[in-house]
């Protein structure tokens, strides 16, 4: 019993040593670890493989998009394979009226990252790397470990060019360059949180404004 009990108490202190690790991370460190430690990928879809953290689960994917799930957070991945088979520049502009917005260029790889501070004190995280991007809507205190999956994500995704190529010529793809290009103007692109919104707006017909989204 002594030894079980032993082991127990080890993996506790860990698991807070961890915990403790991660907490005193600022978003500019986590940010800045782009490219550093990349996991080889463990999921293969048609034209990309990405690695997933140890911890979520696929709800669902498609050639461009998949829906990931851990216990706390859902993580919308976007995959742009237009723009990344025509090889499109992307510059982002900062708004500092969020409460984090920064540019990532790291490896020859631009993006960016947004944080939005919710009417019900949740955060809106959106990150676009690597002809990708992922959005989820956490806690403050999920916040930082959700960042760190994300990024984990996108600096993994390794692309097929022989199989996006066929893909886009046999016309295989159901989305239009103008709906998916996410390097065209970032600003603009409507987000799979917003389409939710208005989905319910439309189905209960009501006024009452759902806190879940941003103004």
Do not use: W
Not at 22 to 42: E, G, T
Request: aromatic share 10%; glycine share 2%.
């Amino acid at each position: 019993m002594k030894i079980k009990h032993l082991v127990l108490i080890l993996i506790i202190m860990l698991s807070l040593t961890g915990c403790t690790n991660i907490n005193s991370l600022s978003y500019d460190d986590i940010i800045n670890s782009v490219n550093k430690n990349i996991k080889d990928a463990n999921v293969y879809k048609k034209g990309y493989q990405f690695f997933l953290p140890k911890g979520l689960s696929i709800e669902e994917a498609s050639n461009n998009y998949a829906v990931i799930t851990s216990s706390d957070t859902t993580y919308y991945l976007y995959i742009d394979l237009i723009s990344y088979n025509a090889k499109k520049d992307f510059n982002y502009t900062v708004n500092n009226s969020l409460y984090l917005s920064r540019a990532i260029n790291s490896n020859d790889k631009k993006g960016y990252v947004e944080i939005k501070l919710t009417e019900n004190n949740q955060y809106l995280i959106e990150i676009m790397y690597n002809y990708a991007k992922i959005e989820m809507m956490v806690d403050n205190d999920n916040g930082k470990v959700a960042l760190i999956n994300a990024i984990s994500i996108l600096q993994s995704i390794k692309y097929n060019d022989t199989i996006i190529a066929n893909i886009l010529n046999d016309d295989k793809l159901n989305y239009t360059e103008e709906v998916f290009d996410l390097f065209k103007d970032s600003k603009n692109n409507s987000n799979i949180l917003d389409y939710e919104e208005e989905d319910v707006n439309e189905e209960e017909n009501t006024s009452i404004k759902d806190t879940d989204f941003i103004n």
